[in-house]
T-cell receptor
Framework: GNSVTQMEGPVTLSEEAFLTINCTYT??????LFWYVQYPGEGLQLLLKATKADDKGSNKGFEATYRKETTSFHLEKGSVQVSDSAVYFC????????????FGQGTRLTINP | EPEVTQTPSHQVTQMGQEVILRCVPI?????FYWYRQILGQKVEFLVSFYNNEISEKSEIFDDQFSVERPDGSNFTLKIRSTKLEDSAMYFC?????????????FGSGTRLTVV
C-alpha cells in the first residue's frame, strides 16, 4: 500500500539556519504530494503541494520538489524563523479514488532565537 | 477565507459512553473526511464520505464508528461505545472534488479524552 516516511525528529535549529526535512514515499501510480504544518494547539494547514513529477511547491519561503526518480519530496527553507516552530507532516494522495491522504509520522521543528 | 468548523474543541467522556463529534465543512465542498491523531503519532485516515454515503473507510473505522450528514451543512462522527484507546485528536476535512489540485481544508480538531 501507499506510505510516507519522514526523517526522525525532533529537529532543533537556530534562527536563520537552513532547513531540510526529508520525505520519501511509496505509491502506485502518480500520487500528489503535500506538506502540512501544525502549529501548537492548532489544526493542520496546507503548506504546499505538487501534483506531478518535477513540480515545485512553494509557500512562505518553504519549497519542495516532486522527485519521481528518488520518490522524494524534501521540504527546504533557506532561513528559518522562530515562528516556523511547528510539526511538519508530509502526505500523499493517490491519483484515483476518494483522495484520502496518507501521512508521514510528522517532524517536530523547534527554532531557537 | 472559508473554514471547516469543528465542535467541541475538547470533549471528555467516560468509557462506554457515546460521543458525537460535529463538523461544518466548507459550504460548496462535496467530499468529507475524518482523520484522527493519537497523541504523538501520525495522522490516520478514518473515513471518506461523498454523495451521502461512505466512499472509503480504514480498518480503524469499525462498527463502533458511524458518520452522517444529517442536513446540508453538518457532518458528524459518532463513536457508539468509547474505549480508552479512542482518546485522540479528531480532524474533519473537506474537499471541493476528487481532483487533488484543490487540496483539503482541515478543521482545528476535537480533542477527545476517554476516561
Amino acid at each position: 500500500g501507499n506510505s510516507v516516511t519522514q526523517m526522525e525528529g525532533p529537529v532543533t535549529l537556530s534562527e536563520e539556519a537552513f532547513l531540510t526535512i526529508n520525505c520519501t514515499y511509496t505509491a502506485t501510480g502518480y500520487p500528489s504530494l503535500f506538506w502540512y504544518v501544525q502549529y501548537p494547539g492548532e489544526g493542520l494547514q496546507l503548506l504546499l503541494k505538487a501534483t506531478k513529477a518535477d513540480d515545485k511547491g512553494s509557500n512562505k519561503g518553504f519549497e519542495a520538489t516532486y522527485r519521481k526518480e528518488t520518490t522524494s519530496f524534501h521540504l527546504e527553507k533557506g532561513s528559518v524563523q522562530v515562528s516556523d516552530s511547528a510539526v511538519y507532516f508530509c502526505a500523499l494522495s493517490a491519483s484515483q479514488g476518494a483522495q484520502k491522504l496518507v501521512f508521514g509520522q510528522g517532524t517536530r521543528l523547534t527554532i531557537n532565537p | 477565507e472559508p473554514e471547516v468548523t469543528q465542535t467541541p474543541s475538547h470533549q471528555v467522556t467516560q468509557m462506554g459512553q457515546e460521543v458525537i463529534l460535529r463538523c461544518v465543512p466548507i459550504s460548496n465542498h462535496l467530499y468529507f473526511y475524518w482523520y484522527r491523531q493519537i497523541l504523538g503519532q501520525k495522522v490516520e485516515f478514518l473515513v471518506s464520505f461523498y454523495n451521502n454515503e461512505i466512499s472509503e473507510k480504514s480498518e480503524i473505522f469499525d462498527d463502533q464508528f458511524s458518520v452522517e450528514r444529517p442536513d446540508g451543512s453538518n457532518f458528524t462522527l459518532k463513536i457508539r461505545s468509547t474505549k480508552l484507546e479512542d482518546s485522540a485528536m479528531y480532524f474533519c476535512a473537506s474537499n471541493l472534488d476528487s481532483f487533488t489540485d484543490y487540496g483539503y481544508t482541515f478543521g482545528s480538531g476535537t480533542r477527545l479524552t476517554v476516561v
